[in-house]
Nanobody, 121 residues
Framework: QVQLVESGGGLVQPGGSLTLSCTAS????????MGWYRQAPGKQRELVAA???????YDADSVKGRFTISRDNAKNTVYLQMNSLKPEDTAVYYC???????????????WGQGTQVTVSS
C-alpha cells in the first residue's frame, strides 16, 4: 500500500508564487517518475511537469519559464515551484508517481488526493 500526500495549495494573487509538495510513503522499492497534473473545471486533466529518476524533466509549454519541478529522492518528495501565476493556472493540482512496490511485479501509478490552487485578485 502506498500513499501520496500533497500540500501547498491555496489562494494567491496574479503574479504571485506558490510551492506544492508531494511525498510518497509505503512499501516503495523505487520511484521511476513523479509529476504534477492539473484539472480546471470543465476541462480534462493535463500534465504540467514531470521528473524522471535520472534527473530529466518535462514542462508543459503553458508553464515553461514559470514553473519548476524538482525531486528529493531521499525523501520520496517532488516539488512544484510556481512563479508568475496567472488566473488560468487555477485548477486542482494532482501529484502522480510511477513506482515499484513490494509484492507487485510491474511499476504502478498512484495519485494524490489533489490540492486546490486559485489565482485571483
Amino acid at each position: 500500500q502506498v500513499q501520496l500526500v500533497e500540500s501547498g495549495g491555496g489562494l494567491v494573487q496574479p503574479g504571485g508564487s506558490l510551492t506544492l509538495s508531494c511525498t510518497a510513503s509505503g512499501s516503495i522499492l523505487s520511484i521511476n517518475a513523479m509529476g504534477w497534473y492539473r484539472q480546471a473545471p470543465g476541462k480534462q486533466r493535463e500534465l504540467v511537469a514531470a521528473a524522471a529518476s535520472g534527473g530529466s524533466t518535462y514542462d508543459a509549454d503553458s508553464v515553461k519559464g514559470r514553473f519548476t519541478i524538482s525531486r528529493d529522492n531521499a525523501k520520496n518528495t517532488v516539488y512544484l515551484q510556481m512563479n508568475s501565476l496567472k488566473p488560468e493556472d487555477t485548477a486542482v493540482y494532482y501529484c502522480n508517481a510511477v513506482m515499484r512496490i513490494v509484492g507487485v511485479p510491474l511499476p504502478q501509478g498512484s495519485w494524490g488526493q489533489g490540492t486546490q490552487v486559485t489565482v485571483s485578485s
